[in-house]
């Protein structure tokens, strides 16, 4: 007989995943050798390393600089993925099937809880960042002339909800300058007023990686509870990019998501949410697993944690990745990968000033620089036109963003630094003409 206990099931199938297996047959491309990569200044670059990225196909099968637009995963989490939608799918209305795949939600919930500083009943497990930035915007009855304050430097997630609540209720945004070197915290103040509700702005920004730095936003969660207004962070180039403790940066809401910097499944986020803000943040989407109670004549309570936030049939493989994506970066050492992260981008910040033709667009001072390093190119070039080419002629992946000179250079602590030295030899060499 099979054993089909929770515990027998997922301690088989970790240590099954613990095995690297590579799936993707190898590009013809030659495999950067890890080289000084090794000898980072403060970075303890070696073996673990080279054993981290032989257990991830993209970080040997490409220069791969696009972490900040979708992470790769190591194969021991495709594993776990794999595991899971297989073992559902010998009966998934059995009981014992159920009593497998039942813990894996509440056991996420509980892990991301602990890894990143908030409670158990302050996470909310969603599919991806936006959702989150949904749960916030749909979150007040909102009144012709509410006001939501936002950055210059958004994703179009959180830009698209106040589009829509403009046509649908008449919400007004105001923009802060979140440039590098900016004052943020001023900003913010002078941009408040008798009608702003909520403030929605990035943890760390996917156009210029300028990070909201500690004290900033402990200034800004002050400043904004006395004002009684909302404060939320998008945080989905946060966690496993940079240090992310929910409860420390006393934000009310946070969301993120599992696809990025933490390397779990495509489709897998999380929504943070202050328990003393639970009421405040109105419902909504609901369905069947939000409720604690209902019955057929009009009854019902809520769940009494973040969870309420949850609906409807789940993904559970994929948060089961997605938790397996967690501890296999825990494994590692989250202040290992943030030191590592953030000396390759020290490597690279030195390189772009030596090689005086490039700018650079993300903040350089450390605690406000982040993994999401931004070049700013030469005055004729086009990030989208070299996008291309270093894709297309140099297996480089990079990303354009929303300035036409600057490409993002996502630095994960995977990559390496002969890699950072290929990549600016290829934008070089393309950007002379
Ligand atoms: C700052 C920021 N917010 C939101 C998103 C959207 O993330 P998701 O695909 O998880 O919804 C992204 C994705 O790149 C992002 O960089």
């Known amino acids: 007989m099979q054993d089909l206990s929770r515990r027998g099931f997922l301690g088989r199938t970790i240590a099954a995943a613990a095995v690297p297996v590579l799936s993707l047959a190898p590009r013809s491309r030659p495999q950067a050798p890890l080289g000084r990569a090794t000898a980072l200044p403060g970075g303890p670059g070696e073996r673990w390393v080279e054993r981290a990225r032989a257990e991830i196909p993209a970080a040997t099968n490409y220069g791969y600089f696009q972490t900040a637009g979708i992470g790769p995963s190591p194969t021991p989490v495709l594993d ?13 209305a059995a009981p014992e099937v159920a009593s497998v795949i039942s813990p894996i939600e509440p056991d996420l919930r509980a892990h991301l809880a602990r890894a990143f500083g908030a409670r158990e009943n302050e996470v909310a497990l969603t599919h991806s960042t936006s959702e989150g930035l949904n749960i916030v915007s749909w979150a007040f009855n909102w009144k012709e002339g509410d006001e939501v304050v936002v950055t210059n430097q958004e994703h179009p997630s959180n830009v698209i909800p106040w589009y829509t609540l403009r046509d649908r209720f008449g919400v007004r945004t105001r923009v802060v300058d979140f440039s590098a070197g900016t004052d943020l915290v001023g900003q913010i103040r002078a941009a408040l007023n008798a009608r702003t509700r909520l403030v929605s702005i990035p943890h760390v920004s996917r156009n210029n990686g300028r990070r909201v730095t500690a004290d900033e936003s402990a200034a800004l969660a002050d400043m904004l509870r006395k004002a ?6 998008d945080g989905a180039q946060g966690p496993g990019c940079v240090p992310f403790d929910f409860a420390a940066l006393g934000c009310d809401a946070y969301s993120t998501c599992g696809h990025k910097w933490l390397l779990g499944p495509k489709g897998t986020g999380a929504f943070f949410v202050r328990e003393a803000m639970l009421e405040r943040t109105l419902m909504s989407w609901t369905g069947a697993h939000s409720h604690a109670t ?3 004549e009009g009854g019902y309570t809520l769940l009494p944690s973040a969870a309420r936030f949850e609906f409807g049939t789940r993904a559970h493989a994929d948060f089961a990745g997605f938790d397996a994506a967690v501890s296999w970066m825990e494994a590692i050492g989250f202040d290992r990968i943030h030191g ?26 450390a605690g406000a620089r982040s993994g999401v390093f931004v070049l700013r190119l030469p005055e004729d070039a086009d990030a989208g036109a070299l996008y291309h080419r270093l894709a297309g002629e140099k297996d480089i992946l990079a990303s354009p963003v929303r300035e036409a000179r600057d490409l993002r250079i996502a630095i994960h602590f995977f990559n390496t630094t002969d890699e950072i030295d290929e990549a600016f030899d290829a934008i070089e060499q393309f950007t002379r003409g």
């Open 294 to 296: 209902m019955d057929y």
């Open 228 to 233: 009684g207004v909302y404060y939320h962070l």
């Open 80 to 92: 776990v993925v794999s595991a899971v939608l297989h073992r559902q799918n010998r009966g998934p």
């Open 340 to 365: 590592r992260i953030d000396a390759l981008v020290e490597y690279a910040i030195e390189k772009a000033r030596s090689l005086r033709r490039f700018g650079i667009a993300s903040p350089v001072e």
